[in-house]
């Protein structure tokens, strides 16, 4: 074994052992072997340890320290016995570096799984609504989860799971099934309402965007999901006189939300709506304005333009 | 294979040295391991007490424990310093070994006096009580010897030969630590035979004796 390159002196200003064997086999460089030999020329503790290591043998032991010696409970069978297994142990045992590596290993493992589980609990629940959305869009109002305007088929009632598309049941059951085990996240709620929403079940979603929006009653995207399920159901009822508060509600909520937020213009496309369904044309037209003048999505522009050419032929 | 192989009966005291470390570090098998220990237990505990007698009488409990310590030594960290080491010769090896056992005999001391420094013990150096216990002949005696020879390395010393530096440290393993010139002969560093080593030693003391200088008569030269 070659020495390895360490400081030959240790702390209390002698050489290692090793060092000590390197030296005696002639293994130093010859600028450290000449330190080594200064040192323990006038060291009396180094030169006896050096004759240790070097002596040939044990032929300098008396016959009483030899049996002294042999007589050693590591000497015996049953000593030997339990030294083996503790020596066959350290097979598994891990250094100093090994286990701050699996410390670090367990953090990463632990932090990994978290991630991994919460990945696994939170489905992309933006973009199984927008698909859901650009598959099926039984309604014109607009959905904080996004999706391409297609063209509206609108449904009177709820269906069945078997007549929906496929990607709405898809949204409805992923979203369904995290929800069950954290019925207490606002955000999954107001995407499982939404679900609710483009399955046309209005008072499941009602009640769902209720309980998101008691949650978080200050979240912009929940507070108009819901405001949107209230305009929904209220056409739904034809509107008459009886219905009319779910409208206002619906109407109150957008502009507690445009108030906070004014460039959302998910929520001023739907108030646009909600006013042009209260017979307020000319303020749902200004709000189709400011909308086409926020709205970047081209898709989206079209659709704006369309709504207001209904309002102003 | 490995199977087959463990199957039949293996004689590992027959093994070499290097065919035994293989036996224990890559299949960690326990019969090579009982003959690990008991081949080299001897050259282990034997070097601890060297090591240990030199501090006084030798305590068997204290020794059984170094003698372990070293075992698990050399193969902490999953037998690195085993896995790492690579024989020349046997001898190497046994080198190897005594330079661990003696490196845990001297943890041992710098933990004791450590401990001696915090005053958490009250144990009382040997070399001390014996000298308190000595006779003022014999603590005399010591004194003139130590002048002597302080003296003695003093020459050594303003030596300008080439080998000045090489023969100090013969003379000094010699008179002081009590090595025969062929244990110095085998220091690889010294470079000479038992022969050469006590044509040195020779020299040194006709040197010595001729500056009018006595090395007090301790040690022998041998062969």
Redesign the interface.
Known sequence: ?KPQARAIHQ??G?P???D??A??????DPQT??K???H???C?EC??????????G?ED?SAD??A???N????RPSG??A??K???G??W???PA?RIAAMIAGVGIVLGGFWYTRQGLTPDADKLIATAYTSRRPFAYRLTGGGNPGPVRIERASSTLTDLPREVVDALVALDQTVARRPEDPKLLSALGQAKLLAVDLPAAIETLERAHQLSPLDEGIASNLATALALESERLEAGEANRPLMMRSLKLLDDCLGRRPSDSVARFNRALVLKSLGRDSEAAADLRQSLRDEKDPAWRDEITRQLKDIQP | VNVIVYSLPVDFSALSITALLKSCLDH?H?EA??EF??RF???I???I???LR?YGP?D?AL??DL??DV??R???????SLR????NDE??FY??L??????AA?DHF?RVHSVKRRGEASAEPIDLIRNNSGDANESERAYHDSITLQRIDERLRSGEAVDA??N??IF??HY????SAS?IA????VGLTAKGVEAVLRRLMEDVKGGGLSAGGRGQTSG
């Open positions: 074994m702390p209390d002698c290692d052992a090793l000590l064997w030296f005696a086999e002639g293994r130093l072997s000449e080594v030999m200064t323990v020329t006038d009396a030169g006896s340890r050096l004759r240790v290591i070097a002596a040939p044990e032991f320290e030899l002294m010696i042999d050693l409970p590591s000497a030997r016995t030294l083996v503790k020596m066959r350290e097979r045992a891990f250094g090994m | 960690n326990t391991w009982d220990i008991r237990h001897r050259t505990a034997g070097s007490y060297k090591i030199t030798c068997p020794l059984e003698v372990q075992f698990l050399l193969c902490a960290d999953r037998y690195r790492e080491f690579q024989a001898a190497s080198g190897f005594k330079a661990t056992a003696v490196n001297r710098r530096e090489r100090r440290f000094w393993l002081r630590d009590g090595y244990e085998r220091l690889h560093p």
